[in-house]
């Protein structure tokens, strides 16, 4: 990698502390659990994880409801587990992220608690507070993505509060200097444990508008187009005022300045607004953004060459020198190989969409078991934890089924614990575990890190810019292309082979081994794609021109 960023096409690998590994047999993973696993991650060939909230937290959300931003929940472990996992993954060449979360706190916060008794306190404008309509109803028709009203009537203060989420997630005042200062403190208690960076949590939502203006309705045709699952209210309103506002850009700087005073540090912003690309361009743009970004356009359900072309080349047109940060899973949305093609469950589905995401343009983000193709769980009611999948049960289960432990052997509990796990883990994943999967060289995971090892090796893939071509769909055709060094990539999206002749003047040869499930190409320049068949060439860069 020519680059000094090491940040630039690094792989990211988002872990899920509660259901990665347990270490005191309490059925609930802990930071202690995450180091005693590191070296797992490092032979996986990734370059960072990003691991979700460990804060101290009343669990509404399972972390992202913070109560303090410099302690360790007692579940987790303390602060010197943390500072062991860090020690431990910098001697293996793992940098850490950790979660910022930063539009809210819980309502247990002691921010919170103070805000609420009264008008006159010294943090009584540190959140987002409003007088109720004439008729006692709220101040404005702004939704809960969780569902219903986005404010909460508090009886102390006789006003309602703000929660872009669950009521006991109250949103903080970002126009408020106090609220930003004391934010960056939080964050800089932590570079100054070593951190390498911060993945900021819902990125655009921390600034209002603060005229409380009405959203406007969305139009039966931007229904359709968006896609969004009617079963959520959510989903009828233009979100243009309750946030994405300009005045985050002026936080975002600020948060950008403090990362500049720790070399070395990076940032991948969240992002989930009405255009999230444009925003992503927006929030990644020049010194005063952040380092990376990602959005939620290639986490939703719509899965076609021509859907993935569209969003790379969209985004591609509105960046100047911003960074993308792409994933197609995380905590938050069903796992890919369930959510796209629900049609088959293969194993060669999970190796080729890997490696595609490994190919795209940007960083990557790798979702916990994806590495092992693992699909969505199915979690019965009684079983369910999820806020937001209890409150909208049973037209959505929620993201349970995405959050289940990691089955790291055929033992008791898969091996993740001798208590039973907070979530249960399925008889389907205990027979994809990573043990079985380490032992058979046809498995999802010696696939990975065979790509991830080869990846590594290639500028192209790692810094170099993309161009797609031309193919019918289900295949999926683009060159990445750095300095003299080409290799243009191709993907079989379906479960049935496919034929396609690559235009003339790419003339190519092969790289990539069986491990991928790799695609013949005969002497006139035409590839017989198996199911889910995946392709990799060298040209030179002019043939991608």
Known sequence: MSTLEWWRGAVLYQVYPRSFMDSNNDGIGDLAGITSKLPYIADLGVDAIWISPFYKSPMADFGYDVSDHCSVDPIFGDLNDFSQLVQKAHSLNLKVLI????NHTSEQHEWFNESRQNQDNAKADWYVWADPKEDGTPPNNWLSIFGGPAWAW????KQYYLHNFLA???????????????????IEFWLKLGVDGIRVDAANFCCHDLLLRDNPPRTKERLTVMGIRGDNPYAYQEHLFNHTQPENLEFISELRQLLNQYPGTTSLAEISSEDSLATMAE?????????????FELLNDKYSAAHIRQTIERLEDKLEDGWPCWALGNHDVERVVTRW???????DKAKMLNALLGSLKGSVCVYQGEELGLPQADIQFEDMQDPYGINFW???????????????????NAGFSLETPWLPIPDEHIKMSIRDQQLNSESVINAFKSFMKWRATQPALIEGDIKFLDAPEPILLFCRHAEDRAIVCGFNLSGDSQQFTLPSHLQAHQLVGHEFNNTLLDESNQLRFLPYGVFFAVLNTAQCN
């Open 154 to 157: 508090d009886p102390r203060r």
């Open 394 to 412: 049973p037209t959505f289960a929620g993201r349970d089924g995405c959050r289940t432990p990691l089955p790291w052997n055929r033992t008791m």
């Open 341 to 347: 093609d629900r049609s088959q469950r293969h194993e």
């Open 99 to 102: 979660d910022a979360v930063l």
């Open 283 to 295: 929030y990644t743009k020049g010194q005063h953004g952040l380092h990376m970004a990602y959005s």
């Open 168 to 186: 006991a997630q109250p949103d903080l005042n970002y126009h408020h200097s106090g609220v930003r200062k004391a934010v960056l403190e939080n």
